[in-house]
């Protein structure tokens, strides 16, 4: 079983629309939670961070953490073509010294 | 201003040469991380390093040897370089006691002939 798992992509929505991305990891005991944006030939880009349950909002974006259900989650607002890009979703296991896993990746197209 | 730099970005050899790739961070941070990016642009951790100590170290070939000078610098060598090799390698770095945000290097692109 995987550890952190992304909804399978690629995942294409209109411009103005909502992009939901979803995340589900395995370690009960998961303490950090991270959204990396990853455009094509670039390093990730952190752009959201979760800790505690419930949502996290920032400009367009908006983290969801559920620790009971062991999913998070990422939605873009007014979806831009600026925003198309393999979106990673990162959890910091318990134990680890700083360890992050990394789901597969959600690649999103955001259409003019 | 790079936060987290490498060297080189782009890396062509051919197979059983030895390679090095070079980070340095300017943030003051004290924990450092290589990654490997396959194909399918899988990012896996390979090791990490805290205040030039070894605290991560994934199941990696041994023909893969990192080496921290001090905190701002870990570099990796990879020896008897082999087609599966060829990647993308992310350096990443963190301050522990922080809330774990890992910043990345530009990466570097490996590819073995």
């Known amino acids: 079983q995987k550890e952190v798992e992304q909804n399978s992509g690629p995942l294409s929505v209109p411009e103005g629309a909502i992009a939901s991305l979803n995340c589900t990891y395995s370690?009960?005991?998961?303490?950090?939670f991270f959204w990396y944006r990853q455009y094509s030939g670039k390093s990730p880009e952190l752009i959201m961070s979760?800790?505690?349950?419930g949502d996290k909002e920032d400009g367009r974006f908006t983290a969801q953490l559920n620790k009971a259900s062991q999913y998070v989650s990422l939605l873009i607002r007014d979806s831009q073509p600026s925003d198309s890009a393999t979106y990673l979703c990162?959890?910091?296991?318990?134990?680890?010294?700083?360890?992050?896993?990394f789901g597969s990746g959600t690649q999103l197209t955001v259409l003019p | 201003d790079t936060a987290v730099s490498q060297t080189p970005k782009y890396l062509v050899t051919q197979m059983g040469n030895d390679k090095s790739i070079k980070c340095e961070q300017n943030l003051g941070h004290d924990t450092m991380y290589w990654y490997k990016q396959d194909s399918k642009k899988f990012l896996k951790i390979m090791f990490s390093?805290?205040?030039?100590?070894?605290?991560i170290n994934e199941t990696v070939p041994n023909r893969f040897s990192p080496k921290s000078p001090d905190k701002a610098h870990l570099n990796l060598h990879i020896n008897s370089l082999e087609l599966g090799d060829s990647a993308v390698y992310f350096c990443a770095s963190s301050q522990r006691g922080s809330t774990d945000t890992q910043y990345f290097g530009p990466g570097t692109r490996l590819t073995v002939l």
């Open positions: 990162a959890v910091s296991l318990s134990g680890s010294a700083r360890q992050l896993t």
């Open positions: 979760i800790y505690s349950n």
């Open positions: 390093y805290n205040n030039k100590e070894l605290i």
């Open positions: 370690d009960r005991v998961s303490q950090s």
